[in-house]
């Protein structure tokens, strides 16, 4: 067993896998204090302890509040040099089609005023449409597909939209937990207007019967914030005999910069 | 003032990145031989004391005269270009490097490089401050905000190649992480 793969550290690894029931108590009672204790989260938690990789890898003092000073109001830029446009479909990178259902996912970044985040760099990465994605410890016993690496990247818009097609990734075991399964999802990484914007994320489908086991998903502990991982499925994106439309809208959060600066108003 | 949006949440980056954010010379803000070039590394450690090999740091930097950098290019770098951002995977044994220069001053402020660190089992991003050693840090507001045992965990050493920083995510030594209005 490497340490590479998402395996609990060999100091807290039990030598045998705790059950799905045992990890979904863990996440119900959690749910439960934080329902009693009425304050809203709306960011995952750090120490999770139903997700076993968090336990020696959260901070244990709290996160020291600072105001964003010189670099950390600006972000790094990108631009036509950094990013082709044919990196946005990850159906068209081999010589051939990559099996599974072709979707379409597009929405809009926006800061927390509703301004958005202009020709930015957007990067994806994701497993294929039987689960298993290309990365070399990746041992899930599921079809490499040839056609799908199963990375993208584009620029936002003057308007903050992204957009890609790919393929609807599958659910995969992972060993968090005796027969632990990941709800289908793609990694999102962002960028905003200022570095203290930068977020790394996972987008979830509707309905996906996995999220209540699913501790990474469940360290999110509110649901309305977990409901914003999820994206929706938009009849206006699906096109005709093509590919079925996803819409997932993000916001980073607020910018230090003022509405005059922004010049949008 | 308006209410603002609530922010989407974070998650974790997961294990399985390494095949696609790091890139051909992500760390190298310059190239490697430049005059001037420094070496911006460290260990990253989990609350074991640990090499933790699958993390992934960014950092984000002012030039040396102190000018934030408004350059494209950082997934392709010319070799000319100084865009102040750049991405290092942790080894096997939990080490980051980066090549770059040391970060001048923005405004009589004590210079510092921003990191942000990602990692399997690390539910959201961490960021922090790597200070430069010994420059006009008796006046930062921030390095005064902290209690006197914590303070040095964002100062960076100084070392044969330039400047070391370790990162402890949990336990003695941690790592002092930051958070900013908003979040």
Known sequence: MTALTDTPPASVQPSTLVTQAAISAEISAIETDYHRAGLEETQPRLDYAPYRSSLLRHPTKDLHHTDPETIETASPCFGPSDVSPLESDLTIQHGGTPIGERMVVTGRIVDGHGRPVRRQLVEIWQANAGGRYIHKRDQHPSAIDPNFTGVGRCLTDEQGWYRFTTIKPGPYPWKNHRNAWRPAHIHFSLFGTDFTQRMITQMYFPGDPLFPLDPIYQAITDQKARDRLVATYDHDITTHEWATGYRWDIVLTGSARTHFEDGHH | ?183
Do not use: C
Request: hydrophobic share 35%.
């Open chain 2, 1 to 183: 003032m308006t209410t603002l949006l609530t922010a989407t949440p974070g998650q974790t980056i997961g294990p399985f990145y390494g095949y696609a954010l790091p890139y051909d010379r992500g760390p190298e803000l310059v190239p490697p031989g430049t005059p001037g070039a420094i070496q911006f590394h460290g260990v990253v450690r989990d609350g074991a004391g640990q090499p933790v090999p699958d993390a992934l740091l960014e950092i984000w930097q002012a030039d040396t005269n102190g000018a934030v950098p408004t350059a494209t290019g950082s997934l392709r770098r010319d070799g000319w270009s100084f865009t102040g951002w750049g991405r290092a995977a942790t080894d096997d044994a939990g080490v980051y490097s980066f090549t770059t220069v040391m970060p001048g001053a923005v405004g009589g402020s004590a210079p510092f490089i921003m990191v942000t660190v990602f990692a399997r089992g690390l539910l959201n991003r961490l960021f922090t401050r790597a200070y430069v050693p010994g420059e006009h840090l008796a006046d930062d507001h921030l390095l005064n905000s902290l209690p006197d045992d914590r303070r040095h965990t964002l100062i960076a050493d100084r070392d044969d190649t330039g400047l070391r920083f370790d990162v402890k995510l949990q336990g003695e030594d941690e790592t002092v992480f930051l958070r900013y209005p908003g979040q």
